[in-house]
């Protein structure tokens, strides 16, 4: 892991802006930039992973997913939960985190 923060942790810092809809002591949710769906948020771990399979702790996976699930549930009934893992998983940013996709008329654009 680089020693430089991650651009989420600057978001973390609000040394970034950022459209927080989450927050607690470990995790933020975040609305993505770049949305690819009508609604897409993004909830990430306070503690720095690169990639989420770097989190070997069964404790803390689960309460991630916990937490991903809390907020889709704040937002959506249905939704998608995506992560990309490493680069030829489409990762760009290299601090661990889900996305919750969600509020397509009739369900997701693209099946998978
Ligand atoms: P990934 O490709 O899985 O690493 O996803 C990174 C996500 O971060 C992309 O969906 C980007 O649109 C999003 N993103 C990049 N910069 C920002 C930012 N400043 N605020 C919110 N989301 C961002």
């Not at 991650?6 to 950022?18: D, G, K, M, V, Y």
């Not at 809809?21 to 503690?47: F, G, M, Q, S, W």
């Not at 990639?51 to 249905?78: N, Y």
Request: aromatic share 6%.
């Amino acid at each position: 892991m680089s020693d430089s923060p991650t651009l989420f942790e600057r978001i973390i810092a609000r040394e970034i802006p950022s459209t927080v809809v989450y927050e607690d002591d470990r995790y933020i949710a975040i609305k993505d930039i770049a949305p690819k769906a009508p609604l897409h948020l993004l909830v990430i771990p306070k503690e720095v992973s690169t990639r989420v399979d770097e989190i070997t702790d069964p404790q803390e996976m689960g309460e991630l997913w916990l937490t991903a699930i809390k907020v889709a549930r704040q937002h959506a009934e249905d939704y998608r939960l995506v992560v990309n893992c490493g680069k030829g998983g489409g990762q760009m940013v290299f601090h661990t985190h889900i996305h919750i996709l969600a509020g397509w008329e009739g369900g997701p654009d693209q099946d998978i």
